[in-house]
């Protein structure tokens, strides 16, 4: 028996938490690549790389093999290592965390407003000592950092970096997300609004750093240049294979987030009154990786919600809850989010239909 098939036949069809927005397109790209017989490191990287560059605006755009590999060598080129602190949200997805504690360097939590789920700039402000070396400042589910605000938390010597992991197509007071920082990290996770299965990708207007995590995703060694490695590096490469999955997705991504944001407000417009709904800043667009309310009956809601078909999440995590960041501090904000937020379905080919259903069933736990 099929434990995922439905338990009878009068019971409707399950919704799923995510659907990538991928079909004939894409599957020509593929099938195009595969016929040229050069499947990694061929034209398809430096065209998603110029179709990425086109999106966010940076003179530099170096694709990897995920949005965790971004984040490692984001931290790399900049040369964080042991002795260093890098200030990071204590309610993200723990890659963030992760990827700072794997270059030799600490990660200091930081308090998060529970109720955009983004980092509490005051609280970063607070955060910082002689050894803070960089912020990496989360755009949550696809929500703007207030960026200005976070510009003036911190001293200028202090490397401002974002995971925009989830907020490609995001834009801050008009300025695309992956284009605020010193360097920014994608991810093409199938849920993200743009997916190649796994992928990332690295953005920055600095030349020189854009080189080093060329050369940190390729063993260490230079594009230009002799065939010296003058440090080690990785096989951080996202292949020709999975860029082309990317690429005509990028070139609609206006079309992508626009899908999006018309399921966002079909929801919003059924939920405000009841639950926490999300939202951007007046001014910013939300790039909407996800929709997340939040409730206080959030672990019957999610319950509930899978016993109808339905199938929703937990928002992420409370870093400062998993063994591995134990004892760093007492995190209310991040602990509030990560007991209260549900992820609810959402995908551009969720119909309005869909969304009633979902509402209907999460209106019984409110
Ligand atoms: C998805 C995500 C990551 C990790 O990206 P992968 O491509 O899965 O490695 C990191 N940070 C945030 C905020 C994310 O949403």
Redesign the pocket.
């Known amino acids: 028996m099929n434990a995922t098939a439905p338990r009878d036949d009068q019971s409707q069809a399950g919704i799923r938490l995510a659907r990538p927005d991928v079909g004939a397109e894409e599957l020509e790209a593929v099938a195009e690549v595969i016929a040229s017989g050069q499947l990694t490191m061929g034209p398809k990287v430096a065209e998603l790389e110029a179709a990425l560059r086109t999106a966010v605006g940076t003179a530099h755009a170096v694709a990897v093999s ?3 590999a971004a ?1 490692h060598l984001a931290m790399l080129a900049l040369r964080v290592g042991p002795g260093d602190e890098v200030l990071v949200p204590a309610y ?2 723990p ?2 965390a992760n990827a700072v504690e794997l270059c030799g360097a600490r990660a200091v939590l930081v308090d998060v407003d529970p109720d955009t789920f983004d980092v509490d700039v005051a609280r970063v402000a607070e955060a910082v000592t002689p050894r803070t070396r960089a912020v990496l400042a ?1 755009h ?1 589910f696809g929500r703007p950092v207030d960026w200005e605000a976070l510009q003036t938390a911190v001293p200028q010597e202090v490397a401002l970096v974002e ?1 925009a ?2 907020a490609l197509g995001a834009r801050y007071r008009g300025q695309p997300c992956g284009a605020l920082g010193l360097l920014a990290c994608l ?3 199938p849920r ?1 609004i743009v997916t190649t299965g ?1 992928g ?1 990708a690295v953005t920055t207007d600095e030349e020189e750093l854009a080189d080093a995590v060329r050369r940190l995703r390729h063993h260490g060694i230079a594009a230009r240049g002799d065939v010296d490695i003058a440090e080690p590096g990785f096989n951080y490469r996202l292949p020709d294979l999975l860029c082309a999955i990317g690429i005509p997705q990028v070139e609609r991504l206006e079309e992508l987030l626009a899908a999006r944001e018309r399921v966002a407000a079909w929801y919003t417009e059924r939920l405000e009154h009841l639950v926490l709904t999300p939202a951007a800043a007046e001014g910013d667009r939300h790039g909407w ?1 996800a929709y997340v309310v939040q409730l206080d009956r959030r672990d019957e809601a999610l319950a509930g919600l899978r016993a109808a078909g339905i199938e929703a999440q937990i928002g992420t995590y409370a870093v400062n809850r998993l063994s591995a960041y134990r004892d760093r501090g007492s995190f209310p904000g991040a602990d509030r989010a990560f007991a209260r937020a549900l992820a609810l379905p959402f995908a551009a080919s969720l119909s309005e239909d869909d969304v009633d259903r979902v509402c209907s069933a999460l209106r019984r736990f409110v």
């Open positions: 995920s949005g965790t984040l993200t997805f890659a963030t989360v949550l995971d992991a989830g991810s093409f996770h993200k796994e990332g990786q």
